[in-house]
């Protein structure tokens, strides 16, 4: 029973920025009330001594309480004018500039916590939390989201960055972006409860340091963390060394990546598409496939020369060199080819020609 008590005042605890903006929030709403309980009863002292409709009533107040006054109605009997002394000119109009007061103050508050990263966005879901214990660049954020909007599954989704390498806010481009920026270290887990992690669908998990493989211990913590608050989400994460990654599948990586800054693509990609990252990695290192240049005269269908290379054992083309010098990818079947060679992805095994 202690054991519950306890817990539920864990969760019911909240951070210190969410407890400032609560208070701002609260000052706003408590002057909001009082206002709205001094125009009703000023509405009714319009029923009663000044035997105004409803509708009337209403319209007089409003006007009297932003200080616009038309003069189309007014209150004629003593007891009329003291009420509007007494709730509008000395408690109401007070009340009204308080109330605007602190909702601007609140609204400030808001978009400057937004803009330097304290905000807590926990009602977000859905959305995709970039965890980046390092420091990644702007020109690498944009690429990122770039390639974000450039998928479907990914596009118009909300991007939340946890980070702590823009204190003062996203620079450039980025800030004028669609992602929201939430400071804090990556391993903290109110950091990650800011960035409503328990409600994302994609996590991506970028290596503290490219070069350095003591970033995959970081990475270790940070996916641990994610999956104490998340199972469902897809989860993708780098590995500096290739011997750990294993070990970070085992701590909730959904894929694994090389740390390749210059490409953020991959990273996108391979969330998106699980399972392209191991074949474009494998191309890259060379270990077993490749992709070998067969120089020569090629005409016909694009269908045809790919059914002939394959049957003559030399690969699978993937691409041709036309007459011109231009290389096309993956042309569609039907296309006339006159090219002056094929790029095929072979594997050791692959007969040379």
Known sequence: MLAFFFSRRRKARRTSSE??????????????????????????????FEELSLREAVWLTMTTLITVGYGDYAAKTPLGQASTILLLYMCGVFV??????????????????????????????????????????????????????????????????????????????????????????????????????MNAAFVIVIANDADDRVSD??????????????QQARVIAEAVDDRNRARLIGAGATVIVRPIRAYPEMTVT???????????????????DHIAVMSGSYRGAWKTLVRDTLESGAGLPIAARLASGQVITAPAPDTDIDASALYVLRNASAAQI
Do not use: C
């Not at 330097?116 to 990644?136: M, N, Q």
């Not at 211990?217 to 998340?230: A, K, P």
């Open 270 to 288: 391979a969330i998106v598409h699980p399972g392209s990252s191991d074949i474009i990695e494998n191309l890259i290192s060379a270990s077993d």
């Open 19 to 48: 407890r400032r903006f609560l208070a701002l929030r609260w000052a706003a709403d408590k002057f909001l009330l009082v206002g709205l309980v001094l125009a009703g009863l000023h509405v009714l002292a319009m029923l009663v």
């Open 96 to 197: 009204a500039a308080q109330t605007a007061s602190a909702w601007f103050d609140y609204l400030s508050a808001r978009r400057e916590a937004m803009r330097t990263g304290t905000w807590d966005y926990r009602r977000a879901s859905d959305h995709v939390v970039v965890i980046a214990p390092g420091k990644l660049g702007e020109l690498y954020l944009i690429r990122l989201l770039t390639e974000m909007e450039a998928h479907d599954a990914l596009r118009g989704r909300d991007v939340i960055l946890v980070t702590d390498e823009f204190p003062g806010g996203l620079p450039g481009a980025v800030a004028n972006s669609h992602a929201k920026l939430v400071t804090g270290q990556a391993q903290d887990p109110e950091t990650l409860e800011r960035a409503a992690i």
């Open 217 to 230: 211990g970081i990475t270790y913590d940070v996916l641990i963390r994610v999956r104490e608050e998340n």
